[in-house]
């Protein structure tokens, strides 16, 4: 039989696409790397051990502080994904209270269940007219310490997916004086250090953990990730053993290399790399800025909707009447512009620095004549998917290991979610386990699957049944 998985990447890794997705190296335009098979070792003499750190992989992972500017930087080969799941588990304990933005990343929500972590959750802003979250308000996070003084840790994503950076200088301001560790989701903002046309980092901002996934954004691998560190807010040694807990014990060399790899190229060569890419960001932003039926998510809505700054390196467009999934299938079909990520009311091309002019070219033109096409017009309600507030009724560890059934999803009502139902992308739960199940809930999930979206975490995704605690 043959290998087809393998077959069909060498194919499409040689065909004419153009990848406005991550990795940020740009399938290989932005890095590369010698002899592969050579270098994948184990932890033989001379090479360390990534669960116990005291010789070159310590001193790669210094390096890499240095350049972050963490106190301390662990490699996480499992993605942002485990470093949060870690970071949840480290800070909380079975029943201890954890502040946690309703937006976060699935693993958010993993490392909820692991945990057994109690949340209370707090709801981003919305951005007027996108359908989009927006950042989380320092006042938001006041008053649910004010019902919630015994928490022990807030939990935020910024940027988000679509590039919205909260105030996370007030919002550490905050957590330190009420005695809780910070921890910010940093997966999509591993670029902002290396140039300060991009908003500050989380660290800068006094956050305590900060997770970022290098490979989103910068040349570096699939999975290849940073868990940072400052200051002693939190037990660093049970965060050691948290990460031991969720990372393989066979960590890659590949991986490893390929973060101390991409932090010498950021040493050497950031600087100057990143002043090309923010002027081409700006060029492509300046070309697409008056389609007529997409609209450029800009700096406008920065001082709104508990929105900071912004990422100028997401490229989001929304639309009022054209279901954005078809125009990034258009994209993707009739220009091999395969974008991050497409909902029905809007589409995102994730830059890096890794990007080449001719990209840039291939993607304005492209956009010009797909705004100029004729599609089946729609009413593209897009706030109709943003996530309502959630009634949680049962801690999600609870739900989870609770007896599950399955029941008619359009007479779920009322009832408790014994699962996630997460619209992928961009991947933020409509509700997770533990969750009272309402019209909301339905009527997004419904929307969002007759857009030809996609739904994930359900045993029964074509949205018949949904599973509900017995
Ligand atoms: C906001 C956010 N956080 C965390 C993650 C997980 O990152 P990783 O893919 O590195 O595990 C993602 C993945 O898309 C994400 O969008």
Redesign the pocket.
Known sequence: MAAELYEKLREHSKSHVYPFH?PGHKMGRGMDFDNIWGMDITEIDGFDNLHHAEGIILDAQKKCAQTFGAEKTYF?V???????MAAVFACCNEKDKIIVAR??????FSGLIISGAEPVYVMPENIDGFGIAGGILPETIEKAIEENSDAKAIMI?S???EGAVSDVEKIAEIAHKNNMVLIV?E??GAHFKFNDSFPETALEMGADIV?Q?I??TLPAP????LLHTQGNRFDSVRLETCLAMVQSSSPSYIFMAAADLCREYLDTKGKEDFEKYVQNIEYLRNSIKYLKNFRILDSDIVGKYGIKDIDRGKIVLSSENINCIDAADILAKKYGIILEMSCPGHFAAMTSVSDTIDGYERLIKALKEVDNMDFEKCINRKDMFLIPKPKVIVSPREAFNRQKTSVDFKNSVGKIAAEFAIPY????PVCTPGEEITEDVINILEKYKAFGGEIIGMKHNNLEKIQILM
């Open positions: 991550m996480l499992n993605g942002s994904s485990c470093g949060l937006n976060c990343h699935k693993s958010v994503v940027p988000t997916f989701d997966a999509h997770i996934s490979h989103k699939t999975q290849v990730s992308p961009p991947g933020i």
